[in-house]
């Protein structure tokens, strides 16, 4: 299952910065992670300062 950034983001680029395999990047408003590359591996979700991060 890959990870998915709610409404709660910030745009603060925390989580990008801790992507392993740089499946997050910053999209319309707020910072998108990109399922195909995302290995699930719930780093970004451990960086998210205001929780945004959940599993799909």
Do not use: H
């Not at 745009?11 to 998108?32: H, L, Q, T």
Request: proline content about 4%; aromatic content about 4%.
């Amino acid at each position: 299952m890959a990870f998915v950034i709610g409404d709660s983001c910030v745009s603060c680029g925390a989580c990008a910065g801790s992507c392993p395999v740089g499946a997050i990047a910053e999209g319309d408003g707020k910072f998108e992670i990109d399922a195909a590359a995302c290995i699930s591996c719930g780093s970004c979700a451990g960086t998210c300062p205001t929780g945004a991060i959940t599993e799909e």
